[in-house]
């Protein structure tokens, strides 16, 4: 009987307030679709760097003849020179830290650069002979590039040692950035959701100060006379926090592997179908907790007035 009495006062809440309680859900729906959106990033941030970071090579630029830097003076590296290289890389010393690596020739080397650069304007003035020859090296552990960088860098007829996963940490630094961007729009967004629903439950009380006032009267406790509105604003935030899963599933399913696998075509592994509800049940329970804090304490300062 008394939860029956609970949730009908809960209920004729709502009704009373509807505009303010479509606003509590809107704002609610807002703000976690970032939430969820800056979890889905850190996801894709993680995955891509497992895929990629594992990929990732340390390429031993040799010299050209137009070179200048490194350990070149406008002479193109010799056979020795490569193979002495190539002997480093066997070597016992270097051989344990590497899992596999393959010597990338003028020509290999052009035709990759055209395959890659095949409609930007400088892929007709660049020739075979003025791309570099490089060995291309897989490590069993991508952390332990300094090895081969301080090893091959004085090497003759080396002009650059370079571990490529320099290119991947400026790309995982801008999507780091867009989600903390979308972190701090989602704060902003949930205090204003806070005190939105503060704002409704203290609104809901004053409208029925006489209600309270009688339940007070006849031995009514606070935390009967709490509850109700507490289920108010965890029942707005509830419905809020639906859209929102419902939102990050379908960006997830229709923009993420819809357009962006069909466009990218990519082999990077993209979050899917089980990431999003993975963040869903993460929503509910974030817009819940809140909106059940902020309704209790708004509630708690009223009736103490």
């Given at each position: 009987?008394?939860?029956?009495?609970?949730?009908?006062?809960?209920?004729?809440?709502?009704?009373?307030?509807?505009?303010?309680?479509?606003?509590?859900?809107?704002?609610?729906?807002?703000?976690?679709?970032?939430?969820?959106?800056?979890?889905?990033?850190?996801?894709?941030?993680?995955?891509?760097?497992?895929?990629?970071?594992?990929?990732?090579?340390?390429?031993?630029?040799?010299?050209?003849?137009?070179?200048?830097?490194?350990?070149?003076?406008?002479?193109?590296?010799?056979?020795?020179?490569?193979?002495?290289?190539?002997?480093?890389?066997?070597?016992?010393?270097?051989?344990?830290?590497?899992?596999?690596?393959?010597?990338?020739?003028?020509?290999?080397?052009?035709?990759?650069?055209?395959?890659?650069?095949?409609?930007?304007?400088?892929?007709?003035?660049?020739?075979?002979?003025?791309?570099?020859?490089?060995?291309?090296?897989?490590?069993?552990?991508?952390?332990?590039?300094?090895?081969?960088?301080?090893?091959?860098?004085?090497?003759?007829?080396?002009?650059?040692?370079?571990?490529?996963?320099?290119?991947?940490?400026?790309?995982?630094?801008?999507?780091?950035?867009?989600?903390?961007?979308?972190?701090?729009?989602?704060?902003?967004?949930?205090?204003?959701?806070?005190?939105?629903?503060?704002?409704?439950?203290?609104?809901?009380?004053?409208?029925?100060?006489?209600?309270?006032?009688?339940?007070?009267?006849?031995?009514?406790?606070?935390?009967?006379?709490?509850?109700?509105?507490?289920?108010?604003?965890?029942f707005a935030s509830f419905i809020g926090s639906l859209l929102a899963g419902a939102a990050i599933v379908g960006i997830v399913q229709f923009f993420v592997q819809g357009i962006l696998v069909q466009t990218l075509q990519t082999t990077t592994t993209l979050v899917g179908l089980g990431d999003a509800l993975t963040v869903v049940p993460i929503l509910i329970v974030v817009g819940a907790l809140l909106a059940a804090a902020s309704a209790s304490v708004a509630i708690s300062r009223y009736l103490k007035v």
């Amino acid at each position: 009987m008394r939860l029956g009495l609970i949730l009908g006062e809960a209920g004729n809440g709502l009704r009373r307030n509807v505009s303010m309680v479509i606003s509590v859900i809107l704002v609610t729906f807002i703000s976690l679709t970032f939430v969820g959106a800056a979890i889905l990033l850190q996801m894709q941030i993680g995955q891509m760097k497992g895929y990629w970071y594992d990929r990732a090579q340390v390429a031993v630029y040799m010299c050209t003849d137009v070179d200048t830097t490194g350990n070149c003076s406008q002479a193109e590296a010799t056979e020795a020179q490569i193979d002495a290289v190539r002997a480093q890389l066997d070597s016992g010393t270097l051989a344990p830290y590497i899992e596999k690596y393959e010597f990338e020739t003028h020509d290999q080397a052009f035709q990759n650069f055209q395959t890659q650069f095949s409609d930007s304007p400088i892929a007709g003035f660049v020739t075979p002979e003025t791309l570099n020859e490089s060995f291309r090296v897989n490590l069993v552990d991508p952390n332990e590039a300094d090895v081969l960088i301080e090893s091959l860098s004085g090497s003759a007829g080396v002009q650059n040692v370079e571990d490529q996963r320099g290119y991947l940490d400026q790309i995982f630094s801008v999507l780091n950035a867009a989600s903390a961007t979308a972190i701090g729009i989602a704060v902003l967004m949930l205090v204003a959701a806070v005190l939105l629903i503060a704002t409704t439950i203290r609104l809901s009380a004053f409208s029925r100060r006489r209600e309270l006032g009688i339940m007070r009267l006849v031995g009514a406790s606070n935390r009967f006379i709490q509850t109700p509105f507490v289920l108010e604003g965890v029942f707005a935030s509830f419905i809020g926090s639906l859209l929102a899963g419902a939102a990050i599933v379908g960006i997830v399913q229709f923009f993420v592997q819809g357009i962006l696998v069909q466009t990218l075509q990519t082999t990077t592994t993209l979050v899917g179908l089980g990431d999003a509800l993975t963040v869903v049940p993460i929503l509910i329970v974030v817009g819940a907790l809140l909106a059940a804090a902020s309704a209790s304490v708004a509630i708690s300062r009223y009736l103490k007035v």
